[in-house]
Each structure stands twice: as C-alpha cells, then as structure tokens.
C-alpha cells in the first residue's frame, strides 16, 4: 500500500535554516492531509494540516503546503532548531472517519 | 495537558498466548482507534470505535482482534492467539470532544506513547 509516499527516509539541516519536509500520495479522495511528529518512545504528536480546499497553512514556524495537481504536499520548519530533531510522519485521510494514510516518515536532524 | 496513556509500555508473550493491551482516551473524546507500527515499517490504522461499536477495520483486524470499552475510561485490544508478525508498536488514540461531535470524527488524533508487543 503506497498511497502516501515519502521518499527521503532522512535529513539533516543546520539549525537556523529551513527544512522542508516532502509527501506525495495517488489516492485524488483525500481530502484531508496532516503532519504528525515522533520521537523515541512517544506517540505520533499533531504537528499540523490542511484540507483539500486550501494550498497552504501556517501555524508558527511550520508551514504546510499541498500541490494538488501533483498530489504532494510539504512542510517546511523555519528556522529549524535542534528540539525540531524527530520523525515526521505525513498522513492523509479521505473519508473523515479519523483513518490516516501514513507515509514511511523521514527522519529530520537539526545540527547545532 | 490531557492525554492518552496505554499499559504495558512492553508486553513479552508466547505465540499463541492472548494478550490484551490496555488505553485510557483523553476523558472526554469519544472516538478511540487502534493503529500499530511493525519496526521499519508504516504506522498502519487497525481499528475505530465510537458509541461503543466498531466504526471501521482494517484487512489486518481480523477475527483475531477484538476491542473493547468495558467501562467508562479504558479502551482495549485483545489478540486471541498472537502470531509472530503481531510483534509490533501498537498505538491507541482517540478523538473528538462533545462539543466537536456534530461535525463527526475529525483526523486529528491523539495518540499513546504505545505498548510494544513482542511475540516470541
């Protein structure tokens, strides 16, 4: 099951700088797209998200971004700090029944 | 903040063995959902519940699985008979306050820091 993708398994960014984080899916009825953010030994933690209507959000230093024409979204973290240092996980649902699509996450590590 | 606490942290049992994995949702949402990460892999949706039925399953939760809210605050996940390949992260979570209820489930889900279950 690949309907959401992401392909960098792993990044690493100077802190200060952006990072931008990349999802793609297959599935054209999602319609609700949402960024999710772990670290060892806890849950997946509410990062932020976007609905299918919209082609981008902010909250703070997180911006997401969907290109729905290229069903893919991203998220960008600017300026990144060391405490951002986690797996983020893009999920997409499709029938507002609170089942998320994971992606694999990528594995983001802000250098001091 | 409120939020959603699973027991064990770890949980070792025999193949074939039951186990039941034990959640406390955040007290006042009312819907719950299992999901599970086998290591390297995706975190994958297994189940939802709301008004004390399933809502949707996944291909995963067969008859094996069952859940269950026996009492006002905990959510469990019972395995009848595990398998080696049920070794994995398992993850409750749960959604949606009475007030938000109207609107139906909505995406943003609250997970557990989740029971690791080893089959062995």
């Known amino acids: 099951d690949q309907q959401v993708k992401q392909n960098s398994p792993s990044l690493s960014v100077q802190e200060g700088r952006i990072s931008i984080l990349n999802c793609d899916y297959t599935?054209?009825?999602?319609?609700?797209f949402l960024w999710y953010k772990k670290y060892p030994a806890e849950g997946p933690t509410f990062l932020i998200s976007i609905s299918s209507i919209k082609d981008k959000n902010e909250d703070g230093r997180f911006t997401v971004f969907l290109n729905k024409s290229a069903k893919h979204l991203s998220l960008h973290i600017v300026p990144s700090q060391p405490g951002d240092s986690a797996v983020y996980f893009c999920a997409a649902s499709g029938n507002q029944g609170g089942k998320l699509i994971f992606g694999q996450g990528t594995e983001l590590s802000v250098k001091p | 903040e409120p939020e959603v606490t699973q027991t064990p942290s770890h949980q070792v049992t025999q193949m074939g063995q039951e186990v039941i994995l034990r959640c406390v949702p955040i007290s006042n949402h009312l819907y719950f959902y299992w999901y599970r990460q086998i290591l390297g892999q995706k975190v994958e949706f297994l189940v939802s519940f709301y008004n004390n039925e399933i809502s949707e399953k996944s291909e995963i939760f067969d008859d094996q699985f069952s859940v269950e809210r026996p009492d006002g605050s905990n959510f469990t996940l019972k395995i009848r008979s595990t398998k080696l390949e049920d070794s994995a992260m398992y993850f409750c979570a749960s959604s949606v306050t009475r007030d938000q209820e109207r609107q139906g489930p909505n995406e943003k889900l609250f997970f557990g820091s989740g029971t690791q279950l080893s089959v062995l």
């Open positions: 599935n054209s009825m999602f319609d609700y």
